[in-house]
């Protein structure tokens, strides 16, 4: 995937990762956001009902191999599981079309963004890093949150701690434009729900956790048996505005569901993969294109460029063992 021509998207890419660095600190090998993660291998199978919204080859065969990464916020790598810095989690999907032929899906454990787009992000990141969150009057961040009502809503929803990612639900942040084999299209948002059902923990029962818990109790449950999200679509309706990110449709919009992801083993060489993987906001197969949601180039470019840093870090890293 090579990084687009805008300079400017460049730049604004490059600020943001710079801000990141600012309020996390560097950790080479780690991603800017989402830094402590773990990832899954499994198999994913599409509904009856998926080749009616798109004729993506995935949605079309009897079953696609997948790669799935669970993660906490914030790019502090050994951040605790149970740290209310650490919602919302992360969910990133790779669906392996063919040699080198991929597609993913990306979302977080709480319906939205703070911001519609890259440059209110890059104030609002820092406004963050030069405040005090515990000491908000009169901060750069209390001006920002008084000044964009969304991104104050977006802090304010409550992001309790799942009982496991395998009871966590996960929402694509951008519309898609769903396209069938007929021509036919509609736009439409990742919904990524837990077979086993959504389980949130009070601020008590979270505390009371150890710092690892979730990637523990990860561990645990794929040794005892497969794990299951069912892979769905929320349709929007005509009206309904498909390019900001900060605008969510009404529950009552057709979820149509698109098939199911089994999570049977870790991944092999999980480090490594982590460090190499750079998932595309982007989808970039027939059938699944984007929206003009204006965030979507960016976060493409900043992974792009980010996930470059980190596989830089890893082979000097490993030229320094070798020698």
């Not at 799935?68 to 502090?76: C, K, L, P, Y």
């Not at 021509?183 to 837990?194: A, L, Q, Y």
Request: include cysteine; proline fraction near 9%.
């Amino acid at each position: 995937m090579p990084l687009p021509s805008d300079e400017k998207l460049i730049k604004l890419s490059e600020d943001l990762l710079q801000q990141f660095d600012t309020i996390f600190g560097l950790h080479p090998g780690f991603r800017p956001a989402h830094a402590k993660g773990a990832m899954l291998t499994g198999t994913f199978k599409p509904s009856p009902a998926a080749a009616s919204l798109t004729r993506a080859p995935h949605m079309n065969r009897e079953s696609t191999p997948v790669s799935v990464r669970f993660s906490d916020a914030t790019g502090i790598p050994l951040i605790p599981d149970n740290d209310p810095n650490a919602h919302p989690h992360g969910c990133g999907i790779r669906f392996h079309i063919g040699e080198r032929v991929h597609t993913d899906i990306i979302g977080h454990s709480t319906n939205g963004f703070p911001v519609r787009n890259g440059q209110e992000f890059l104030e609002f990141l820092r406004a963050l890093a030069a405040s005090d969150p515990t000491k908000l009057p009169g901060s750069p961040l209390e001006a920002f949150l008084g000044s964009h009502p969304k991104t104050l809503a977006f802090v304010q929803t409550p992001k309790p701690a799942p009982s496991s990612f395998a009871r966590e639900a996960f929402f694509g942040i951008a519309a898609m434009r769903f396209t069938n084999k007929d021509g036919g299209s509609r736009f439409g948002r990742f919904r990524i729900v837990p077979e086993a059902g959504v389980e949130h923990l009070s601020d008590a029962a979270a505390a009371s956790k150890s710092a690892n818990f979730l990637f523990d109790e990860l561990k645990e449950r794929i040794a005892k048996g497969p794990i299951t999200f069912r892979i769905a679509v929320q349709l929007a309706k005509d009206g309904d505005t498909v390019n900001d990110a900060t605008e969510q449709w009404p529950e009552d919009r057709t979820m149509l569901d698109l098939g199911t992801i089994a999570l049977t083993a870790p991944m092999a060489n999980d480090a490594h993969e982590q460090k190499w993987t750079i998932f595309d906001p982007i989808p970039r197969v027939d059938g699944i294109d984007p929206s003009d949601d204006p965030l979507l180039e960016l976060r493409a470019a900043v992974y792009l460029i980010s996930g470059r840093r980190r596989r830089a870090a890893e082979e000097t890293s490993t030229a320094k063992s070798a020698g």
